[in-house]
Protein backbone atom coordinates (compact mmCIF):
# COMPACT_ATOMS: atom_id res chain seq x y z
CA UNK A 1 0.00 0.00 0.00
CA UNK A 2 1.45 3.76 -0.74
CA UNK A 3 3.01 5.49 2.10
CA UNK A 4 -0.35 8.01 2.85
CA UNK A 5 0.47 11.81 3.86
CA UNK A 6 -3.10 12.62 4.97
CA UNK A 7 -5.39 10.98 7.28
CA UNK A 8 -9.20 11.00 7.31
CA UNK A 9 -11.41 9.79 10.17
CA UNK A 10 -15.30 10.24 8.99
CA UNK A 11 -17.65 7.89 11.11
CA UNK A 12 -20.06 7.72 8.16
CA UNK A 13 -18.35 7.35 4.82
CA UNK A 14 -21.29 6.00 2.70
CA UNK A 15 -22.86 6.41 -1.03
CA UNK A 16 -26.78 6.34 0.61
CA UNK A 17 -26.42 8.60 3.90
CA UNK A 18 -26.30 12.32 4.19
CA UNK A 19 -23.53 12.16 6.60
CA UNK A 20 -21.35 9.83 4.03
CA UNK A 21 -22.09 12.42 1.04
CA UNK A 22 -21.19 15.14 2.75
CA UNK A 23 -18.03 14.13 4.18
CA UNK A 24 -17.47 12.73 0.33
CA UNK A 25 -17.64 16.09 -0.72
CA UNK A 26 -16.04 17.80 1.67
CA UNK A 27 -12.55 15.38 1.09
CA UNK A 28 -13.30 15.30 -2.87
CA UNK A 29 -13.16 19.10 -2.50
CA UNK A 30 -11.13 20.20 0.58
CA UNK A 31 -7.99 17.81 -0.63
CA UNK A 32 -6.38 18.02 -4.10
CA UNK A 33 -3.54 15.65 -5.64
CA UNK A 34 -0.93 14.63 -4.99
CA UNK A 35 -2.02 13.93 -1.55
CA UNK A 36 -3.19 10.52 -0.12
CA UNK A 37 -5.13 10.08 1.56
CA UNK A 38 -6.21 7.26 4.27
CA UNK A 39 -9.72 7.20 5.62
CA UNK A 40 -11.22 4.98 8.10
CA UNK A 41 -14.93 4.98 8.80
CA UNK A 42 -16.90 2.99 11.18
CA UNK A 43 -17.60 0.31 8.21
CA UNK A 44 -14.67 0.87 5.48
CA UNK A 45 -11.17 1.52 4.79
CA UNK A 46 -10.37 3.85 1.63
CA UNK A 47 -7.50 5.09 0.00
CA UNK A 48 -8.21 8.51 -1.77
CA UNK A 49 -5.52 9.19 -4.74
CA UNK A 50 -5.99 11.04 -7.67
CA UNK A 51 -9.36 11.82 -7.11
CA UNK A 52 -9.83 7.82 -7.39
CA UNK A 53 -10.79 5.38 -4.56
CA UNK A 54 -9.33 2.25 -3.46
CA UNK A 55 -10.98 -0.22 -1.54
CA UNK A 56 -8.97 -1.25 1.66
CA UNK A 57 -11.51 -3.05 3.92
CA UNK A 58 -15.25 -3.20 3.86
CA UNK A 59 -18.09 -4.14 7.22
CA UNK A 60 -21.31 -4.53 7.55
CA UNK A 61 -22.96 -1.09 7.32
CA UNK A 62 -24.08 0.14 11.28
CA UNK A 63 -26.28 2.91 12.52
CA UNK A 64 -26.60 2.52 16.28
CA UNK A 65 -25.74 3.94 19.08
CA UNK A 66 -21.88 2.76 19.27
CA UNK A 67 -21.69 4.10 15.58
CA UNK A 68 -22.99 7.33 16.29
CA UNK A 69 -21.77 8.12 19.97
CA UNK A 70 -18.61 5.65 21.07
CA UNK A 71 -17.07 5.15 17.82
CA UNK A 72 -16.46 9.05 17.08
CA UNK A 73 -13.86 8.75 20.15
CA UNK A 74 -12.07 5.98 18.80
CA UNK A 75 -11.67 8.60 15.52
CA UNK A 76 -10.30 10.55 17.87
CA UNK A 77 -7.74 8.37 19.02
CA UNK A 78 -6.32 7.39 15.46
CA UNK A 79 -6.12 10.98 14.79
CA UNK A 80 -4.09 11.60 17.69
CA UNK A 81 -2.08 8.36 16.87
CA UNK A 82 -1.45 9.60 13.03
CA UNK A 83 -0.75 13.30 14.62
CA UNK A 84 1.95 11.91 16.21
CA UNK A 85 3.25 10.58 13.49
CA UNK A 86 3.62 13.64 11.76
CA UNK A 87 0.91 12.81 9.22
CA UNK A 88 -2.10 15.39 8.40
CA UNK A 89 -5.50 14.69 9.87
CA UNK A 90 -8.78 15.34 9.15
CA UNK A 91 -12.11 14.82 11.90
CA UNK A 92 -14.99 14.73 8.90
CA UNK A 93 -18.01 13.50 10.86
CA UNK A 94 -19.84 12.87 12.97
CA UNK A 95 -19.83 16.07 14.24
CA UNK A 96 -22.46 18.20 15.65
CA UNK A 97 -22.11 21.11 17.13
CA UNK A 98 -23.62 20.03 20.64
CA UNK A 99 -20.54 17.21 20.86
CA UNK A 100 -18.27 19.78 22.75
CA UNK A 101 -16.13 16.46 23.76
CA UNK A 102 -14.92 16.17 20.28
CA UNK A 103 -14.23 19.49 19.51
CA UNK A 104 -11.72 19.68 23.18
CA UNK A 105 -10.29 16.37 22.13
CA UNK A 106 -8.83 16.75 18.75
CA UNK A 107 -5.35 18.12 18.09
CA UNK A 108 -5.18 21.96 17.67
CA UNK A 109 -3.50 20.96 14.16
CA UNK A 110 -6.49 18.86 12.80
CA UNK A 111 -8.95 19.85 9.70
CA UNK A 112 -12.66 20.14 10.99
CA UNK A 113 -15.11 18.86 8.58
CA UNK A 114 -18.72 20.30 8.08
CA UNK A 115 -20.37 21.51 11.17
CA UNK A 116 -23.80 19.93 11.83
CA UNK A 117 -26.88 21.40 13.43
CA UNK A 118 -29.69 23.25 14.06
CA UNK A 119 -31.63 25.41 16.62
CA UNK A 120 -34.82 23.91 18.47
CA UNK A 121 -37.66 26.93 18.80
CA UNK A 122 -40.80 24.48 18.90
CA UNK A 123 -42.31 22.80 21.99
CA UNK A 124 -41.02 20.21 24.43
CA UNK A 125 -42.79 17.12 24.04
CA UNK A 126 -39.93 14.63 25.38
CA UNK A 127 -36.74 14.22 26.59
CA UNK A 128 -35.29 14.66 23.06
CA UNK A 129 -36.46 17.99 22.06
CA UNK A 130 -36.02 19.02 26.37
CA UNK A 131 -32.80 18.38 25.19
CA UNK A 132 -33.03 20.19 22.29
CA UNK A 133 -34.38 23.32 23.48
CA UNK A 134 -32.73 23.47 26.96
CA UNK A 135 -29.55 22.00 26.75
CA UNK A 136 -27.71 21.91 23.28
CA UNK A 137 -27.03 26.00 23.04
CA UNK A 138 -25.08 25.94 26.22
CA UNK A 139 -23.14 22.89 24.61
CA UNK A 140 -23.35 25.52 21.37
CA UNK A 141 -21.34 27.97 23.43
CA UNK A 142 -18.90 25.79 24.80
CA UNK A 143 -18.41 24.25 21.18
CA UNK A 144 -18.07 27.58 19.91
CA UNK A 145 -15.28 28.93 22.66
CA UNK A 146 -13.44 25.57 21.68
CA UNK A 147 -13.64 26.16 18.44
CA UNK A 148 -12.39 29.86 17.46
CA UNK A 149 -9.64 29.06 20.52
CA UNK A 150 -7.81 25.83 18.73
CA UNK A 151 -8.94 25.79 14.98
CA UNK A 152 -8.11 28.50 11.96
CA UNK A 153 -11.23 28.26 10.54
CA UNK A 154 -14.90 26.56 11.02
CA UNK A 155 -17.07 25.09 8.36
CA UNK A 156 -21.19 24.93 8.90
CA UNK A 157 -22.82 22.15 6.20
CA UNK A 158 -25.45 25.16 6.41
CA UNK A 159 -26.56 28.46 7.92
CA UNK A 160 -28.76 27.42 10.09
CA UNK A 161 -26.82 28.40 13.42
CA UNK A 162 -25.28 31.53 12.06
CA UNK A 163 -27.34 33.54 14.02
CA UNK A 164 -25.28 32.19 17.24
CA UNK A 165 -22.00 33.16 15.82
CA UNK A 166 -20.04 36.26 17.21
CA UNK A 167 -20.07 38.39 14.77
CA UNK A 168 -16.19 39.20 15.00
CA UNK A 169 -15.82 35.44 14.62
CA UNK A 170 -18.47 35.08 11.14
CA UNK A 171 -15.22 36.01 9.02
CA UNK A 172 -13.43 32.84 10.13
CA UNK A 173 -16.61 30.61 8.91
CA UNK A 174 -17.72 29.05 5.93
CA UNK A 175 -21.58 28.30 5.75
CA UNK A 176 -23.94 26.48 3.27
CA UNK A 177 -21.46 23.88 1.89
CA UNK A 178 -24.05 21.63 1.16
CA UNK A 179 -25.32 24.16 -1.48
CA UNK A 180 -22.06 22.16 -3.32
CA UNK A 181 -24.39 19.50 -4.21
CA UNK A 182 -27.00 21.12 -6.17
CA UNK A 183 -26.78 21.02 -9.78
CA UNK A 184 -29.14 21.56 -12.26
CA UNK A 185 -30.16 18.27 -13.98
CA UNK A 186 -32.35 17.38 -17.64
CA UNK A 187 -35.81 17.27 -17.02
CA UNK A 188 -37.35 13.88 -17.96
CA UNK A 189 -40.70 12.35 -18.05
CA UNK A 190 -42.57 12.40 -14.91
CA UNK A 191 -44.04 8.96 -13.81
CA UNK A 192 -43.69 8.70 -10.02
CA UNK A 193 -46.47 10.81 -8.13
CA UNK A 194 -44.51 10.79 -4.77
CA UNK A 195 -41.12 10.44 -3.54
CA UNK A 196 -40.26 9.97 0.50
CA UNK A 197 -37.17 10.16 2.37
CA UNK A 198 -38.05 8.04 5.91
CA UNK A 199 -35.16 8.17 8.77
CA UNK A 200 -35.50 7.28 12.35
CA UNK A 201 -34.82 10.59 13.76
CA UNK A 202 -36.58 12.52 16.58
CA UNK A 203 -36.64 15.91 14.55
CA UNK A 204 -37.54 14.06 11.25
CA UNK A 205 -41.05 14.37 11.52
CA UNK A 206 -41.55 10.75 10.62
CA UNK A 207 -45.40 10.95 12.00
CA UNK A 208 -46.33 13.57 9.96
CA UNK A 209 -44.82 12.22 6.98
CA UNK A 210 -46.40 8.65 7.50
CA UNK A 211 -49.49 10.14 7.86
CA UNK A 212 -49.16 11.75 4.64
CA UNK A 213 -48.26 8.46 2.80
CA UNK A 214 -51.11 6.64 4.22
CA UNK A 215 -53.98 9.15 3.11
CA UNK A 216 -51.93 9.37 -0.23
CA UNK A 217 -51.91 5.66 -1.22
CA UNK A 218 -55.54 5.80 -1.02
CA UNK A 219 -55.48 7.98 -3.83
CA UNK A 220 -54.04 5.34 -6.28
CA UNK A 221 -50.84 7.22 -6.95
CA UNK A 222 -47.30 5.75 -7.56
CA UNK A 223 -45.23 6.17 -4.23
CA UNK A 224 -41.85 5.53 -4.04
CA UNK A 225 -39.96 5.54 -0.68
CA UNK A 226 -36.06 5.63 0.20
CA UNK A 227 -34.36 4.83 2.93
CA UNK A 228 -35.57 3.25 6.15
CA UNK A 229 -37.56 0.12 5.62
CA UNK A 230 -40.94 0.96 5.10
CA UNK A 231 -43.82 -1.82 4.79
CA UNK A 232 -46.75 -0.61 3.10
CA UNK A 233 -49.25 -2.77 0.01
CA UNK A 234 -48.60 -0.43 -3.33
CA UNK A 235 -45.70 1.19 -2.22
CA UNK A 236 -42.40 0.66 -3.35
CA UNK A 237 -39.21 0.77 -1.08
CA UNK A 238 -35.68 1.20 -1.76
CA UNK A 239 -33.67 0.73 1.15
CA UNK A 240 -29.98 2.92 1.43
CA UNK A 241 -29.77 3.05 -2.38
CA UNK A 242 -26.69 5.19 -3.41
CA UNK A 243 -27.20 8.82 -4.60
CA UNK A 244 -26.77 7.90 -7.90
CA UNK A 245 -29.85 5.74 -8.20
CA UNK A 246 -31.72 7.92 -6.27
CA UNK A 247 -31.50 11.02 -8.11
CA UNK A 248 -32.55 8.72 -11.06
CA UNK A 249 -35.37 8.09 -9.19
CA UNK A 250 -36.06 11.67 -8.44
CA UNK A 251 -35.65 12.52 -12.41
CA UNK A 252 -39.06 10.68 -12.99
CA UNK A 253 -40.77 11.97 -9.71
CA UNK A 254 -43.55 14.61 -9.51
CA UNK A 255 -43.73 15.87 -5.71
CA UNK A 256 -41.83 15.37 -2.62
CA UNK A 257 -42.81 16.08 1.21
CA UNK A 258 -39.14 17.23 3.16
CA UNK A 259 -38.40 16.36 6.66
CA UNK A 260 -39.35 19.24 9.19
CA UNK A 261 -35.53 19.19 10.58
CA UNK A 262 -33.53 21.02 7.86
CA UNK A 263 -33.88 23.73 5.19
CA UNK A 264 -31.02 23.01 2.95
CA UNK A 265 -30.85 19.04 3.51
CA UNK A 266 -28.91 17.05 0.90
CA UNK A 267 -32.06 15.16 0.16
CA UNK A 268 -33.96 18.54 -0.51
CA UNK A 269 -31.22 20.17 -2.75
CA UNK A 270 -31.54 16.78 -4.73
CA UNK A 271 -35.03 17.21 -5.13
CA UNK A 272 -34.45 20.67 -6.60
CA UNK A 273 -31.43 19.87 -8.86
CA UNK A 274 -34.31 17.12 -10.11
CA UNK A 275 -37.19 19.86 -10.88
CA UNK A 276 -39.26 17.81 -7.86
CA UNK A 277 -42.03 20.29 -6.59
CA UNK A 278 -41.68 20.10 -2.80
CA UNK A 279 -43.57 20.47 0.23
CA UNK A 280 -42.05 21.94 3.84
CA UNK A 281 -42.98 22.95 6.88
CA UNK A 282 -43.71 26.30 7.35
CA UNK A 283 -41.06 27.46 10.16
CA UNK A 284 -38.98 27.67 6.88
CA UNK A 285 -40.55 30.13 4.88
CA UNK A 286 -38.51 32.67 6.15
CA UNK A 287 -35.21 30.59 4.93
CA UNK A 288 -35.90 30.91 1.54
CA UNK A 289 -33.30 33.46 -0.76
CA UNK A 290 -32.51 31.00 -3.52
CA UNK A 291 -36.12 30.06 -4.57
CA UNK A 292 -39.15 31.11 -6.33
CA UNK A 293 -41.87 30.57 -3.67
CA UNK A 294 -43.87 28.82 -6.48
CA UNK A 295 -41.44 26.09 -5.93
CA UNK A 296 -42.82 24.18 -3.30
CA UNK A 297 -45.28 24.94 -0.26
CA UNK A 298 -45.72 25.42 3.51
CA UNK A 299 -47.43 23.40 5.26
CA UNK A 300 -48.07 23.27 9.20
CA UNK A 301 -47.02 19.60 10.22
CA UNK A 302 -48.70 19.98 13.31
CA UNK A 303 -52.08 19.88 11.32
CA UNK A 304 -52.22 16.45 9.26
CA UNK A 305 -55.07 16.34 7.98
CA UNK A 306 -55.09 20.48 6.51
CA UNK A 307 -51.64 19.71 5.28
CA UNK A 308 -53.04 16.50 3.13
CA UNK A 309 -56.05 18.50 1.90
CA UNK A 310 -53.37 20.78 0.47
CA UNK A 311 -51.57 18.82 -1.48
CA UNK A 312 -54.10 16.77 -2.37
CA UNK A 313 -55.76 20.21 -3.71
CA UNK A 314 -52.41 20.80 -5.31
CA UNK A 315 -52.54 17.45 -7.21
CA UNK A 316 -55.88 18.66 -9.49
CA UNK A 317 -53.43 21.54 -10.45
CA UNK A 318 -50.88 22.31 -13.07
CA UNK A 319 -47.27 21.52 -11.80
CA UNK A 320 -45.32 24.31 -10.93
CA UNK A 321 -41.77 23.94 -12.44
CA UNK A 322 -39.27 24.19 -9.59
CA UNK A 323 -37.38 28.37 -10.29
CA UNK A 324 -33.82 28.65 -8.94
CA UNK A 325 -31.70 31.63 -8.92
CA UNK A 326 -29.27 30.28 -10.87
CA UNK A 327 -26.67 33.25 -10.47
CA UNK A 328 -27.13 33.08 -6.49
CA UNK A 329 -26.44 29.77 -6.47
CA UNK A 330 -23.28 30.37 -8.97
CA UNK A 331 -22.10 32.91 -6.75
CA UNK A 332 -22.29 31.01 -3.55
CA UNK A 333 -20.44 27.96 -4.79
CA UNK A 334 -17.83 29.96 -6.49
CA UNK A 335 -17.18 31.54 -2.81
CA UNK A 336 -17.12 28.34 -1.11
CA UNK A 337 -14.70 26.75 -3.65
CA UNK A 338 -13.00 30.29 -3.23
CA UNK A 339 -12.86 29.66 0.72
CA UNK A 340 -11.34 26.48 0.45
CA UNK A 341 -8.58 26.75 -2.11
CA UNK A 342 -7.49 29.58 0.01
CA UNK A 343 -8.03 27.26 3.30
Not at 100 to 118: A, D, E, Q
Not at 159 to 186: E, H, M, Q, T, V
Not at 291 to 308: A, M, P, T, V
Not at 317 to 343: G, H, S, T
Amino acid sequence: MKKYNTFVWSSDYETFTGEGLLARCFVENYFKSPEIIKIYSNNNKYLFLKEKYFLLEKKNYKNNFLAKYLYPFYGVLLIWYNHIKGKKTCYVNYLPLWNFLIFISLPRSTILGPVTGSIYNDKIYNLSTFFRKIVFPFFYFISLKISFFKFKQVIFSTDNLKKIIPKNKIKFCLFNFCLLFYSKRRFKYKSIDFLFYIRKHPLKSNLFLTYIIKKLSLLNLKIVIVGDEYNQPNIKNYKNIDRKKLLYLLDKTKYSVMSGDNFYSLFFLDCISSNVFTYLSKRFKNNNVFFNNSSFQYLNYNKHNLSFFKIKNQLNQKKNKVYVNEKYFLKEKKNILNFLKNK
